[in-house]
């Protein structure tokens, strides 16, 4: 178990440029989660997937926000056109197949820090 | 739709003393609720967590939580706390089939030696 991972861990960026992050997941976790976390706040969830399928998104993901999991493995966050209120924590979160006591537990990645100029 | 109260942002103790940090809940079914920390700079990482059964939960690092339905609440608490333990902790609901939590806003834990 190597853990969640993302890349980069920090990302500086003048607005209306284009940004796509990464997470890899812990390889047998089915489940894959974004959330933002800006400061002072607690982790909001953007959108989550089941292998390689989009299963829920919130209303916060944007037009000009897109995730992908094209094999069921690594995902990408995309945001285009960046504006200075993206500047947020992105966490990735993945979590097993749910059954039995472990249903619902998160292993969250170290984020990717976005800063907008 | 479920959401969740941490009503402390700052906590500040000794090393050595007892904490509780408090959370409410609010949700119409039975949650499934957690504790998390985050410490400066890393990802959350899960205390503990409460699907049904027994309502004292315990967690790793020393924690435990209790969880009341009737004050919709699922404080965390340690009887000694460590330097080591000064973080960021968040309570989290979660509901339905994708157990997708909804955080409070978290309590900052400032251990004094």
């Known amino acids: 178990d190597t853990g969640v991972s993302q890349n980069p861990r920090h990302k500086i960026t003048k607005r209306g440029q284009n940004v796509t992050f990464r997470c890899d997941p812990i390889?047998?976790?089915?489940?894959l989660y974004w959330y933002r976390q800006t400061l002072g706040q607690g982790p909001e969830f953007l959108t989550y997937?089941?292998?390689?399928?989009?299963?829920?998104k919130s209303r916060l993901l944007s037009d000009r926000f897109s995730a992908e999991r094209p094999k069921g493995s690594f995902s990408t966050l995309e945001i285009q056109r960046t504006e200075q209120g993206d500047s947020a924590m992105y966490l990735c979160a993945s979590s097993p197949t749910l059954s039995g006591r472990r249903s619902g537990e998160q292993y969250f990645g170290p984020g990717t820090r976005l800063t907008v100029t | 739709a479920q959401s969740v109260t941490q009503p402390d942002i700052h906590i500040t103790v000794s090393e050595g003393a007892s904490l509780e940090l408090r959370c409410n809940y609010s949700?119409?079914?039975?949650?499934?609720l957690f504790w998390y920390v985050q410490s400066p700079g890393q990802g959350l990482q899960l205390l503990l967590k409460?699907?049904?059964?027994?309502?004292l939960v315990q967690g790793i690092k020393g924690f435990e939580a209790e969880f009341k339905r009737s004050q919709s609440s699922f404080n965390l608490r340690k009887p000694s706390v460590h330097w080591s333990d000064a973080a960021e902790y968040f309570c989290a609901v979660g509901a339905g089939g994708s157990y997708i939590p909804t955080f409070g806003r978290g309590t900052s834990l400032i251990v004094h030696p």
């Open positions: 390889s047998e976790h089915n489940r």
């Open positions: 997937f089941q292998n390689e399928a989009q299963l829920e």
């Open positions: 409460y699907f049904s059964g027994d309502t």
């Open positions: 949700y119409g079914a039975t949650p499934y």
